[in-house]
């Protein structure tokens, strides 16, 4: 008798509970929204990027017009660019600054005997005044200073590149799992 009295109080629950979608759904359909957010999301940051990366593809291009890209396929990998006062025959200097191709700084010290000597030097830290040799002329530091904004300019683009690439492919997984369901 107690538990016919419990089942026909629990009936009018669920019966009311009949209409309503299962917890299972809930959460899909909450997951779908989510997914659908994102992607939202990832296009506008995509976009943002985009013009970003242009922008710092223009920065750059005009700061390479102040300098000499030289590479010598035969022995070297890397090219550098180098202001046009280094650029050819580097034996009337005993030191100078250079930018690798792919961003990096270099010091570079010639001895006596005409060894080579390259320190690079670290852009993440602000004052990178304190890695330079004492004793440097002004127009030397001043040097250095336009090789220091051009190799932060080409660390910047790739960043922002790698940061482009890394958003493509977000934007291409939300799409693809949302054409999934």
Same mark, same amino acid.
């Given at each position: 008798m107690k538990r016919f009295l419990y089942i026909i109080a629990l009936l009018p629950l669920l019966f009311s509970c009949e209409n309503r979608p299962s917890l299972v759904e809930q959460r899909k359909a909450e997951i779908k929204q989510n997914d659908s957010l994102e992607l939202v999301r990832a296009r506008a940051d995509l976009a943002q990027a985009d013009s970003v990366t242009t922008f710092k593809e223009l920065e750059l291009?005009? @700061?390479?017009?102040?300098?000499i890209f030289e590479k010598q396929e035969k022995f070297q990998t890397i090219g550098c660019y180098v202001l046009p006062s280094y650029a050819g025959s580097k034996a009337k200097f005993s030191?100078? +600054?250079?930018v690798e191709e792919g961003g990096a700084l270099l010091l570079v010290s010639i001895d006596k005997k005409?060894?080579? /000597?390259?320190?690079?030097? +670290? @852009?993440a830290d602000p004052n990178y005044e304190a890695y330079l040799p004492s004793g440097l002329s002004t127009s030397v530091k001043n040097d250095i200073a336009q090789c220091c904004t051009l190799a932060k300019a080409i660390q910047d683009l790739q960043a922002a590149r790698e940061l482009q690439e890394k958003? /493509? @492919?977000k934007v291409l997984f939300y799409e693809k799992k949302g054409e999934s369901r």
């Open positions: 291009a005009d @700061l390479q017009k102040q300098f030191f100078f +600054p250079e005409r060894n080579y /000597t390259f320190k690079e030097i +670290p @852009l958003l /493509t @492919l």
